[in-house]
Nanobody, 128 residues
């Protein structure tokens, strides 16, 4: 069973940067699409970014385009989320997730229902 562990969250001022990491263990990571979601207090979980298993295709929510970058290192079983120009509205718990269905190399799922395994989350707080 694949397990996911996020790290890299914290408190940062508006305009700052953070890099989140998600390490996968317990399974074959390289053939599965991965994604980052976030959930702010009182709001539904929303998709932030996703990446195909090949790493050749990505998806970004409109709210983070141009500021966030998702990447993966299949040799290290790790997916990353580089977050720049952070805004107070980015404050949330960030979760990584893995789609355990097999897809073509550049398929990028990004709906909550596409993902069957989730990490515990890491808190990101952006102060104004």
């Amino acid at each position: 069973q694949v397990q996911l562990e996020e790290s890299g969250g914290g408190l940062v001022q508006a305009g700052g940067s953070l890099r989140l990491s998600c390490a996968a263990s317990g399974g074959t990571f390289r053939r599965y699409a991965m994604a980052w979601f976030r959930q702010a207090p009182g709001k539904e979980r929303e998709s932030v970014a996703a990446i195909s298993w090949s790493g050749g295709n990505t998806y970004y929510a409109d709210s983070v385009k141009g500021r966030f970058t998702v990447s993966r290192d299949n040799a290290k079983n790790t997916v990353y989320l580089q977050m720049n120009s952070l805004e107070p509205e980015d404050t949330a718990v960030y979760y990584c997730a893995i789609d355990l269905s097999l897809h073509s190399s550049d398929y990028v799922p990004h709906r909550t229902a596409d993902f069957g395994s989730w990490g515990q989350g890491t808190q990101v707080t952006v102060s104004s």
